[in-house]
């Protein structure tokens, strides 16, 4: 209430204070209820102030949970990233060392077990993080199958895969790259 309003009612009250008795009650009576607003107006006004706070903190709770939601997703891939580098030095150690063996047939071994180990390698990290080959010793099962192919099989049941062209991964339940494979009729 304004400072003017509250100063009106107040005159009224002395005035009316000195006209009767009946006058006096009523100007008590406006006297309480312009305490009991002066009261409900500052606890308006606090309600106000914590509501405006709880709301910036809010915002602030929101504002940070968006920036680490953001931050998980941007590095998710890290701990892959990391388990990949071994596989490249793998590599990079394997072109390396081919220039300083002479003989051919020992280059060729030594080349095909550094590739095994580096496969090897590559395949422990990729099954760390839910990556796996799909199964072809299995039924045919279009879900993570493609069937470039159907061939006549005596020694291989109707529905099997007979040969993989190239083999599927799954990430967890979910496939990455369907296998592409040959299925007996």
Do not use: C, W
């Not at 997703?73 to 590599?91: G, R, T």
């Amino acid at each position: 209430m304004s400072q003017e309003k509250k100063e009106e009612l107040q005159s009224e009250a002395q005035v009316t204070k000195e006209e009767t008795p009946q006058a006096n009650e009523a100007a008590a009576e406006a006297e309480a209820i312009v305490n009991e607003f002066d009261l409900l107006q500052e606890e308006l006004n606090s309600l106000k102030d914590k509501y405006a706070r709880v709301h910036a903190d809010f915002e602030n709770i929101k504002k940070r949970l968006e920036r680490e939601k953001y931050s998980a997703v941007e590095y998710a891939n890290e701990k892959f990233a990391k388990d990949m580098i071994p596989v490249m030095d793998a590599l990079h150690m394997a072109l390396s060392s081919s220039s300083s063996i002479i003989d051919s047939a020992e280059h060729l071994e030594k080349l095909k077990e550094g590739i095994e180990l580096t496969l090897k390698q590559l395949s422990t990290a990729l099954e760390k993080h839910g990556i796996t080959m799909v199964s072809h010793d299995a039924p045919f099962d279009p879900n993570i199958h493609n069937a470039i192919q159907s061939v006549d099989s005596d020694t291989v049941e109707s529905g099997q895969i007979v040969q993989t062209f190239q083999t599927g991964y799954k990430y967890k339940d979910r496939p990455l790259r369907e296998a592409m494979v040959v299925v007996a009729n």
